[in-house]
């Protein structure tokens, strides 16, 4: 566990730029890391280079104790480092042009790539059920996106149309699942593919043939919507 100052009325109180060069808990220069209230309890020093800078609170200033040269080395350190991001980002500005010019066309989304609110209350969706206890198998079902848990938060709730589990959930009518699962789509979506059942092979390929909450979801097994 992390060692923490004691904690009184002048700690809790104490506020960024305290501490700036003499200790590292509320110093102007600290970087990320664990903190309470407005101490940073174990984190690293944004003055230091990239390696060996790891601090406490109580650090007591490494800065201040170096001589001209260790902070020129110092120095030289960030203005590589500029130079590395400079790099960066004229490597990254290349790739967003090519991308940009791209002959696209108007495939769904992965789900990895679903913004937050790509599931909205009352939209028509399709989902398979890959649940074991499944009443119905080998098809999509159709339903609408309710309130939930998680909404717009990493989750999709459906009630769907068939009652298709003996469950609780919604008297066997609910569904649930995470933003990034393949199996629930919406009925706009479910469309397209049905207009172009290949670019569903290649889509759910991608999407498919990894863990979700912990089951394996094969796109062999998915059926091609029609």
């Not at 109180?13 to 209230?37: E, I, L, M, V």
């Not at 001209?68 to 290349?94: G, P």
């Not at 791209?102 to 059920?129: C, Y």
């Not at 043939?209 to 919507?225: A, E, H, L, T």
């Amino acid at each position: 566990m992390d060692r923490e100052p004691i904690w009184n009325s002048d700690t809790i109180n104490k506020k960024k730029g305290d501490t700036t060069f003499k200790q590292c808990g509320w110093c102007n220069n600290r970087g990320d890391g664990s903190y309470r209230y407005d101490c940073m309890i174990d984190g690293y020093c944004n003055l230091l280079k990239n390696y060996n800078n790891d601090v406490q609170f109580d650090t007591e200033c490494k800065i201040i104790k170096l001589g001209k040269n260790d902070i020129e080395s110092i120095k030289q350190s960030k203005v590589h480092k500029i130079e590395e991001y400079r790099r960066m980002i004229e490597s990254t500005q290349k790739e967003i042009s090519i991308l940009i010019n791209l002959a696209l066309d108007d495939i769904p989304v992965l789900p990895d790539n679903r913004k937050h609110n790509h599931f909205n209350i009352n939209d028509e969706v399709m989902v398979f059920a890959t649940f074991d206890e499944s009443l119905i198998k080998d098809r999509w079902l159709s339903g609408k996106v309710v309130s939930g848990y998680r909404h717009h938060d990493g989750c999709v709730s459906v009630y769907v149309d068939e009652k298709y589990h003996n469950g609780e959930n919604l008297d066997g009518h609910g569904y649930g699942a995470g933003m990034s699962v393949p199996t629930c789509i919406l009925k706009s979506e479910y469309d397209w593919f049905v207009k172009n059942p290949e670019r569903f092979k290649e889509w759910i390929n991608i999407a498919c043939n990894k863990s979700f909450n912990g089951k394996i979801i094969n796109s062999v097994q998915i059926p091609i919507p029609c």
